[in-house]
T-cell receptor
């Protein structure tokens, strides 16, 4: 069965530090990939997504992610984090070309120290 | 544009009681999803509707969970009878139904505690 693995369950960084959150998926076919974010007290919302084309995807708030097909990875990065980036981040994959059903990873809770 | 609405926001019940959750998707969105998110885990799909038809309910515990979307707009999810392990956040999401990779928009969720 398809699955999504997020390596870090809890990450603590200081402001201005660089961020990389790991995400790997298990599926050999064509995929669409997503990062969703949930800020404290808010809804899950889309941060960025990859369909095809340039494997480096830019999202909102300075986030980017790189799709590396050979590694089945879609890691999320930000060069300099802010306190307001404190949130839970979920990687997700869509493997069915006919619909938009997605499978989520377990999430990474990011805490930024001011 | 109004987002996905859910109610109630919180619910506390005793085991073996029944409970129902309501969701109103974004206007015009054909696809509606119900997810269960247990503490420390990612959302797990319970059921997916396309208009008023079920597309996927393979992970819905059908002995106790039921869902409907009769007019292809809002939806209800019911648990009867509830078990302790049903304690979770129940998320509703909707999308335009245009196919693979379309963005899903999530509601605020209903936090259920079963005692």
């Amino acid at each position: 069965a398809q699955s999504v693995s997020q390596h870090n369950h809890h990450v603590i960084l200081s402001e201005a530090a660089s961020l990389e959150l790991g995400c790997n998926y298990s599926y050999g076919g064509t995929v669409n990939l997503f990062w969703y974010v949930q800020y404290p007290g808010q809804h899950l919302q889309l941060l960025l997504k990859y369909f095809s084309g340039d494997p480096l995807v830019k999202g909102i708030k300075g986030f980017e992610a790189e799709f590396i097909k050979s590694k089945f990875s879609f890691n999320l990065r930000k060069p300099s984090v802010q306190w307001s980036d404190t949130a839970e981040y979920f990687c997700a994959v869509n493997v069915n070309s006919r619909d938009d059903k997605i499978i989520f990873g377990k999430g990474t809770r990011l805490h930024i120290l001011p | 544009e109004a987002g996905v609405a859910q109610s109630p926001r919180y619910k506390i019940i005793e085991k073996r009681q029944s409970v129902a959750f309501w969701c109103n998707p974004i206007s015009g969105h054909a696809t509606l999803y119900w997810y269960q998110q247990i503490l420390g885990q990612g959302p797990k799909l319970l059921i997916q509707f396309q208009n008023n038809g079920v597309v996927d309910d393979s992970q819905l515990p059908k002995d106790r969970f039921s869902a409907e979307r009769l007019k292809g707009v809002d939806s209800t999810l019911k648990i009867q009878p509830a078990k302790l392990e049903d304690s979770a956040v129940y998320l509703c999401a909707s999308s335009g139904g245009g196919g693979a990779g379309e963005t899903q928009y999530f509601g605020p969720g209903t936090r259920l505690l079963v005692l």
